[in-house]
């Protein structure tokens, strides 16, 4: 796909719902009995196969390239008694690791066993009354486990006391699932600084309505930072500042990069500031998903940066680090990586002269590799991206948002 610039940049987008929301609201909802509507479902590919499973609760479930979904939905099925699954996915899927999780479970009762080879999906699950308990985890883990376990917890005969260990990564994420699960009537808090309790209350079927995708509104933050259009704004209903996700913060990461934020009655205004900084450092700990936003940003830019926290980049939908050091390295940049949470920019670039119409961007099966790469057509002219269905992901009317803003669009 082709994506060419539109010389100015005025629009207003209504974004997909949020992901994050959406899917933590689904599983809830289904361990309340689903018996209560929820509103504004996002529509894209990871909530869709929650959608799917919930419905349906076919034998064999394929969460495709879902890794949410494969997480949120082995703790559930282990919960319920009298049936049998078998949970799959995708070759990347299957190449995800999972024993954290399936060990956790089993130490609460679970009844799951390995389809292949020890430590990854497909999982057979044969669901049962759990005890729960008391359980003790690295808090560097993915929060996706962490999340899967406390919304089960409720249901557990003795409920769930969760201990984590060092570092913990992604609180925010940890705390969208709590605040959801209090929604709906759970007792879940936390009872110290590394530690969770959760109490055998069952839910209380609730209606619920999700909230707009901050993690989609990067994008548009992107573009208004890299417009030429010095009265570039983008409005963004369904946005809220006191929201639930920790991607809000995109906000705050993009007033150095020149875009304010004007918090409205339910909807937000991004515009250009004038605010131009030569250097840049952030710890993307709590906020991994817009990571591949502001690196490509910064680079475009001409900003220097150095970003920590990274660690969850290089188990994604693919190795995140990886890709942006070999997609920006067409044009240019060299980036470098240390260990496995740090990527930085100090402004060395190749010798090699860059002609930009011939820079085709590979996205990995990653559906922000697509996305945020492409608001690129703002600086270099045009940007070719390869596979991007990928987007339906997360945000499936991505290319057509970017349509209707102007850009031009050709397959």
Avoid at 166 to 178: A, K, N, Q, V, W
Avoid at 273 to 278: D, F, K, L
Wanted: proline share 5%; with cysteine.
């Amino acid at each position: 796909m082709i994506v060419s610039a539109s010389k100015t940049l005025n629009t207003c987008i209504v974004l997909p719902a949020s992901k994050s929301i959406s899917n933590r609201a689904l599983v809830i909802n289904a361990l309340s009995n689903g018996s209560m509507p929820i509103e504004n479902i996002s529509d894209c590919d990871d909530s869709m196969v929650v959608v799917a499973a919930l419905r349906d609760m076919p034998r064999v479930i394929d969460i495709k390239a879902a890794g949410t979904a494969m997480r949120f939905l082995t703790s559930l099925l282990a919960t319920r008694p009298g049936e049998e699954h078998i949970i799959t996915g995708t070759e990347r899927m299957r190449n995800r690791p999972i024993s954290v999780l399936v060990d956790a479970l089993r130490a609460l009762g679970a009844d799951i066993d390995y389809e292949e080879r020890a430590g990854y999906p497909p999982l057979k699950i044969c669901g049962r009354r759990l005890k729960g308990g008391h359980l003790m985890l690295p808090g560097n883990v993915s929060s996706q486990y962490i999340s899967s376990l406390l919304m089960i917890g409720p249901t557990l005969e003795q409920g769930l006391t969760l201990a984590l260990e060092g570092e913990i990564i992604s609180r925010p994420y940890i705390d969208m699932t709590l605040a959801i699960m209090r929604q709906y009537g759970a007792k879940a808090e936390w009872t110290g600084e590394k530690e969770i309790r959760v109490e055998p209350v069952p839910y209380e079927p609730i209606p619920y309505y999700v909230e707009s995708d901050w993690s989609a509104a990067s994008y548009w933050y992107e573009m208004v930072a890299l417009s030429a259009d010095e009265e570039a704004s983008v409005v963004l209903p369904g946005l809220f500042e006191d929201s639930l996700q920790g991607d809000a913060a995109v906000a705050k990461m993009f007033e150095p990069l020149g875009v304010e934020t004007v918090m409205e009655q339910g909807r937000v205004l991004i515009r250009k500031s004038g605010r131009r900084v030569e250097t840049c450092e952030w710890n993307m700990l709590a906020q991994p998903d817009l990571a591949q936003t502001i690196v490509v940003t910064c680079c475009m830019k001409g900003v220097h940066f150095r970003i920590s926290g990274l660690q969850t980049l290089r188990i994604k939908e693919t190795d995140r680090i990886a890709a942006l050091q070999k997609e920006l390295l067409k044009y240019g940049f060299v980036l470098t990586a240390e260990g496995d949470d740090v990527l930085q920019w100090n402004g060395e670039m190749t010798d090699q002269p860059v002609v930009p119409e011939h820079v085709s961007i590979d996205t990995y099966d990653d559906h922000r590799m697509a996305m945020a790469f492409a608001p690129i057509a703002l600086v270099k002219g045009c940007v070719v991206i390869n596979n991007p269905e990928v987007v339906s992901k997360s945000y499936p009317s991505f290319w057509e948002d970017m349509r209707s803003a102007g850009f031009n669009i050709e397959k």
